[in-house]
């Protein structure tokens, strides 16, 4: 009897489907894209300026430290907890005594307003390298939280309603009357000391 032979399955072209296959999957996937905090780097300064012109007045800047044990100082006032920051934030920025230990106020001229008295506060944030993410993240909140607040309080002044409800222009007024001067420091490691 004669053997029978069994016929393959011609295999080719099963290399060329996978590696369409792939490419298809390639091209049609969104991969997730993380999205960092949002910074405004300041200006680049006017070459003919003179350098001590540069150079911020000691009560305009506080500095909020974060060390290595995650615990917070604003000034030289340590921070019980996080959540105690966004008021000392808010009252160092707006000076609402016009106290002379905190940051001056500058009457500025706003296009669509009129004239406003800008605060010339910075926030000067330091961390140490042994700082936790979280307690890093946690201040970084509350000092935006601070600022969003203080916006908040002028856009229902200006204009009765919250500064999410108002329009892209009217935003950037308020953006102009309540600026987010929020300077960042290299991290420190003060455990090689």
Same mark, same amino acid.
């Given at each position: 009897?004669?053997?029978?032979?069994?016929?393959?399955?011609?295999?080719?072209?099963?290399?060329?489907?996978?590696?369409? &296959?792939?490419?298809?999957?390639?091209?049609?996937?969104?991969?997730?894209?993380?999205?960092?905090?949002?910074?405004?780097?300041?200006?680049?300064?006017?070459?003919?300026?003179?350098?001590?012109?540069?150079?911020?007045?000691?009560?305009?800047?506080?500095?909020?430290?974060?060390?290595?044990?995650?615990?917070?100082?604003?000034?030289?006032?340590?921070?019980?907890?996080?959540?105690?920051?966004?008021?000392?934030?808010?009252?160092?920025?707006?000076?609402?005594?016009?106290?002379?230990? &905190?940051?001056?106020?500058?009457?500025?001229?706003?296009?669509?307003?009129?004239?406003?008295?800008?605060?010339?506060?910075?926030?000067?944030?330091?961390?140490?390298?042994?700082?936790?993410?979280?307690?890093?993240?946690?201040?970084?909140?509350? &000092?935006?939280?601070?600022?969003?607040?203080?916006?908040?309080?002028?856009?229902?002044?200006?204009?009765?309603?919250?500064?999410?409800?108002?329009?892209?222009?009217?935003?950037?007024?308020?953006?102009?009357?309540?600026?987010?001067?929020?300077?960042?420091?290299?991290?420190?490691?003060?455990?090689?000391?």
């Amino acid at each position: 009897m004669a053997s029978k032979k069994t016929p393959e399955i011609n295999s080719s072209s099963t290399a060329d489907i996978a590696f369409l &296959l792939l490419c298809y999957f390639l091209m049609t996937t969104t991969m997730g894209s993380q999205t960092g905090l949002q910074r405004r780097l300041p200006p680049m300064p006017d070459p003919n300026q003179k350098q001590e012109d540069q150079k911020a007045k000691r009560r305009n800047i506080i500095i909020v430290k974060i060390n290595s044990a995650d615990r917070i100082f604003a000034g030289n006032e340590p921070i019980s907890d996080v959540r105690f920051l966004k008021d000392k934030i808010k009252e160092f920025i707006s000076n609402p005594s016009d106290s002379e230990t &905190l940051p001056e106020k500058q009457e500025t001229e706003i296009e669509g307003y009129g004239v406003a008295k800008v605060s010339k506060g910075v926030i000067s944030l330091q961390n140490d390298r042994g700082t936790s993410y979280q307690a890093y993240i946690a201040v970084q909140n509350e &000092l935006v939280k601070a600022v969003n607040e203080l916006r908040d309080e002028f856009s229902m002044q200006w204009r009765g309603k919250k500064y999410a409800k108002l329009s892209e222009e009217e935003q950037e007024i308020v953006r102009k009357a309540v600026p987010q001067n929020i300077s960042e420091a290299e991290p420190k490691d003060v455990s090689k000391k």
